[in-house]
């Protein structure tokens, strides 16, 4: 096993353990008083009902409001439901598929910092510290082991390191593409301004595709979780963009060139809206 496994391992045993409460728990673990948790098997029950019953995307929980029906994934953003419905329709219970999502989240948070850090510091260690720390960050763990129903503002936060990891992979490709002398991307690169074959090329396409799924799922995970994390991220694309064009490989590339990674940030940006429209529409 190499270096990097054994450290994402080390990383991903802590985010069992931090888990491991909620496991082995017989029943909901007992979050002020008992008094949110049970909001979650509601939502995952009436989520699978209405799939049963040919809904999809779910919109309504049929039986909530005394029998009247409620609109409640109108409102809501429904990915950690579906993700635990997933668990649900494999054969586990509702309890069970609940606990099973949350150590779901934990690993994906924990793994998503582990390579974000390594990638940042270069350093296994740095990975494993980050990914220790974000793991049992106190916000983190309340949101499971205090307010019990927020599985979805948990889930948000497994994206946020994935989201900044592959936009942060997408930038470094271009800034190692030069068009100068890879005829490949440099012919690309001269069919349009715009075009939809963008997202097929090698070496940038699967980076930004991976960054409009991550960004979607979070979209898609909790609303205002979304909305905080979208200031800090157009930020972060645009002091990453404007560091790039200090490179050498960029300051050799033509004029309209240094505006191709700002435009591929974008598009991959509105891709992530148009994947998370079934909600909003």
Request: aromatic share 18%; charged share 10%.
């Amino acid at each position: 096993m190499g270096r990097k496994r054994v450290f994402l391992a080390a990383a991903l045993l802590v985010a069992v353990a931090a888990a491991w409460p909620l496991m082995a728990q017989p029943g909901l673990l007992n979050t002020r008083g008992g008094g949110d948790s049970p909001f979650l098997l509601q939502r995952v029950q009436q989520l699978v009902t209405a799939v049963a019953q040919g809904h999809f995307p779910v919109r309504w929980m049929p039986d909530a409001n005394y029998g009247y029906g409620y609109p409640f994934y109108n409102f809501y953003a429904p990915l950690s439901i579906y993700i635990t419905a997933v668990f649900r329709a494999i054969g586990f219970s509702y309890v069970r598929a609940i606990q099973l999502s949350q150590l779901a989240g934990f690993l994906t948070a924990a793994a998503g910092m582990f390579y974000l850090a390594r990638r940042w510091f270069r350093s296994e260690w740095a990975g494993l510290l980050a990914s220790v720390a974000y793991t049992v960050a106190p916000f983190h763990m309340v949101n499971v082991y205090v307010r019990g129903d927020s599985l979805a503002e948990f889930w948000a936060m497994a994206f946020y390191p994935l989201i900044l990891l592959a936009a942060d992979v997408l930038i470094q490709r271009f800034q190692i593409i030069d068009l100068t002398t890879d005829k490949k991307s440099r012919r690309f690169f001269s069919v349009s301004g715009f075009s939809c074959l963008w997202f097929v090329y090698a070496p940038v396409g699967r980076y930004a595709a991976l960054l409009a799924l991550a960004y979607a799922a979070l979209i898609l995970s909790h609303n205002i979780s979304a909305l905080i994390f979208s200031p800090f991220l157009l930020l972060y694309l645009l002091l990453a963009w404007l560091s790039t064009r200090q490179s050498p490989i960029t300051k050799r590339q033509p004029p309209l060139t240094a505006y191709r990674l700002p435009f591929t940030l974008l598009t991959a940006l509105l891709l992530a809206f148009a994947l998370a429209a079934w909600f909003f529409i």
